[in-house]
């Protein structure tokens, strides 16, 4: 089971890509005694430094019926201590990455955090703000507000350099005992099945991770940050050998993101559906192992589109590094670089194919006009506006869908008791094909008797029907 929380569960993971770097030929097996009794003490002075523990707090609602005046009455005397607004409070890591005060850690440790408050590793507490957050990574940052002072900063490294049995290092709090060191190999590389995040490739390490080392580092021989430690596979909550760390390349495009002024990430739309290649298709399309992503749908004016990449189009590299599924492909082709152009190696046909494609980020268009039926019907309760592709990102939907989205449903409403959820599509209504909102509030303004609502979610088409 793959784990990932603050106190509970949390640790290293960091996917990486397998190129082969310059200095290769510099790794060797321990070739004496005296290669054994070698120290990583130097690179626990360079890097731990920068590493910090992380205190979230968030406020928790109290009952409803605490506001009861009756059950205020009986209940709340002096004697019986009526509780207040809970807080929670929850430990993890992070990792300094700028010496003005930047502090990289996990999504999940600070989200929903009111108060959020920094202890360097010489003890020192400081308050911090949360700069930006992205879930799509589970990364956030934050800043540490008292910037008079210059922070120990950590170099990041090139997770693309990393190598299977490299040594690392994995510095964070585990269990809150203080910051501890732990050291093991990379176990594996580019790991895309994890289902924790949305962009899955992770980097996979024995060195022994718990809870509390979530956004704490994952350092190579060189003292350098090239993962942050994010989750664990466990049957028991603690470690056992496999841990997962956010390779370094998506922690630089999130910090660029914070360090440049933005509050989300900016990230390339491709503008095409891909799926992974079955040892099936492999054997139709005469490849001699199933790998590549393979081109579905591919959306008019998108960048795909105007590329001229075509449905059946396998791409098997970017940039010059392979792809072997569609995670590994949005993994690279998310850190790359908005207003720039990166090249596709694409087989059609049986011919290996280069095709230029620029890097922009996904339309808001059509505009997000909202609209909320008033009248009898289903769906009230409910705001809806137009799907863009722009929209379709932020709700993790295949940007290539189109119609009529749900962004929000009130408790207590027929919508709510329809059952309708935030992100679901609207595609029909008593037979009637529902392309824009205005279309959909005009056919929600008269009562009808019965009710044909046609709903998608999560590539499932849902056929409801309700008496009016």
Wanted: include cysteine; hydrophobic fraction near 40%.
């Amino acid at each position: 089971m793959v784990r990932a929380a603050c106190l509970a569960l949390v640790v290293a993971f960091a996917p990486i890509i397998t190129g082969t770097p310059a200095d290769a030929q510099e790794r060797r097996a321990p070739a004496s005694g005296t290669d054994v009794r070698l120290s990583f003490a130097p690179v626990v002075q360079r890097a731990a430094p920068a590493v910090v523990n992380v205190y979230a707090a968030r406020v928790v609602d109290r009952h409803p019926m605490l506001d009861d005046p009756v059950f205020r009455r009986f209940f709340g005397g002096p004697g019986f201590g009526v509780p207040r607004d809970q807080v929670q409070r929850s430990l993890g890591s992070g990792v300094i990455v700028d010496a003005s005060g930047f502090v990289v850690t996990n999504n999940h440790v600070v989200e929903g955090a009111t108060e959020v408050k920094i202890a360097l590793a010489d003890r020192r507490e400081f308050e911090a703000e949360i700069v930006l957050k992205d879930s799509r990574t589970d990364l956030a940052v934050l800043r540490i507000k008292d910037r008079g002072e210059r922070f120990p900063a950590i170099e990041l490294g090139n997770s693309d350099e990393l190598q299977v049995g490299d040594y690392v290092l994995a510095i964070g709090n585990p269990f809150g005992v203080g910051q501890t060191v732990t050291h093991g190999i990379v176990s594996a590389l580019a790991r895309t099945q994890v289902g924790i995040t949305d962009y899955q490739f992770f980097i996979q390490t024995d060195a022994a991770i718990n809870p509390g080392n979530s956004g704490g580092a994952l350092v190579d021989a060189a003292a350098r940050l090239i993962g942050i430690n994010t989750a664990i596979f466990s049957r028991s909550g603690g470690s056992q050998g496999i841990g997962f760390a956010i390779p370094s390349n998506m922690v630089r495009v999130v910090v660029a993101s914070a360090k440049g002024g933005g509050t989300s990430v900016k990230r390339p739309w491709l503008g095409a559906n891909l799926q992974a290649v079955t040892p099936e298709i492999a054997e139709g399309l005469g490849l001699k192992r199933p790998a590549g992503a393979l081109v579905g749908t591919v959306r008019q004016g998108s960048p795909a589109g105007r590329a001229g990449l075509r449905t059946s189009d396998l791409i098997v590299g970017i940039d010059g590094q392979s792809v072997d599924d569609p995670e590994s492909f949005g993994f690279r082709f998310a850190t790359k670089a908005i207003g720039t152009q990166a090249q596709l190696t694409v087989i059609r046909g049986g011919k290996e194919l280069k095709l230029p494609i620029a890097l922009e980020t996904a339309p808001d268009l059509p505009s997000r006009d909202l609209v909320k039926p008033r009248g009898r019907s289903p769906l009230t309760g409910a705001t809806f506006t137009s799907l863009s592709p722009a929209l379709a990102e932020e709700m993790r939907r295949d940007a290539n869908a189109e119609g009529v989205v749900v962004v929000e449903v009130e408790e207590g409403t027929p919508a709510q008791l329809l059952g309708l959820q935030k992100g679901d599509l609207i595609l029909s209504v008593n037979g009637t094909k529902v392309e824009r909102p205005s279309t959909l509030e005009r056919l929600t303004q008269n009562p009808q008797r019965i009710w044909r609502i046609q709903i998608e979610r999560g590539g499932r088409v849902l056929n409801t029907i309700v008496g009016g």
